[in-house]
């Protein structure tokens, strides 16, 4: 049995991820799909939002976990017995400096730990966690860049999150 994780920051998933996640649930027997924290952003959703949006985007998919962990990702695979490898998606040459750094990091932390790149599907290389936020925030339509399942949603915390923003610049009277 071949179990793989497919760690990221999900904030939030986009059609990208889900791309991801059901190609790499047909190579492995199992996937985990981790929300992690990268210390270095700020993020939109909760942990528990994030991993919500996932559970709602991957329902009556069988041979999908969705966990979460607030440490390194070398540490979790650490602790987890029962993963193999990492996979992550890769939308462009752009993406590879940044997740060979990390492969070669957290292989350094646990020599187990090794990782696989799935190359992203065409038609989806261009969607990012941060390009529908923006979209959201200024009330464009998401539909087609995140499952329509968590699309409303998405589009509702995003909105009113841009609108709180901008009420504190007001108040404030700073610029955005
Ligand atoms: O979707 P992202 O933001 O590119 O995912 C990056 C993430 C969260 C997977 C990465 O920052 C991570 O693994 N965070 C946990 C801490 C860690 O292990 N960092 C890697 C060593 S530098």
Same mark, same amino acid.
């Given at each position: 049995m071949k179990t793989a994780i497919y760690p990221g920051s999900f904030d939030p998933a986009t059609n990208g991820h889900l791309d991801i996640i059901k190609r790499a649930s047909t190579m492995f027997d199992k996937l985990i799909v981790v /929300? $992690? %924290?990268? =210390? $270095?952003?700020?993020?939109? +959703? @909760? %942990? *528990?939002?994030? #991993?919500?949006? $996932?559970?709602?985007? @991957? *329902?009556g998919m069988k041979n999908i976990e969705i966990d979460s962990y607030d440490g390194l990702l070398a540490d979790y695979f650490t602790q987890r017995s029962d993963v193999d490898v990492i996979v992550k998606g890769l939308r462009a040459t752009s993406d590879f400096e940044y997740e060979f750094q990390m492969a070669h990091t957290n292989k350094d932390l646990n =020599? #187990? *730990?090794? @990782? /696989? +790149? %799935? =190359?992203a599907s065409a038609n989806t290389t261009f969607i990012s966690s941060s390009m529908v936020k923006q979209v959201a925030m200024f009330g464009g339509d998401l539909s087609k860049y995140v499952p329509a399942v968590i699309h409303k949603e998405i589009s /509702?915390? $995003?909105? *009113?999150? +841009?609108?709180?923003?901008k009420r504190l610049a007001v108040l404030n009277q700073q610029d955005l």
């Open positions: /929300v $992690l %924290i990268n =210390p $270095l952003k700020s993020y939109s +959703f @909760t %942990i *528990a939002e994030r #991993r919500g949006l $996932l559970e709602k985007a @991957t *329902a =020599p #187990r *730990a090794e @990782t /696989v +790149f %799935i =190359p /509702v915390r $995003l909105k *009113a999150e +841009f609108e709180e923003k």
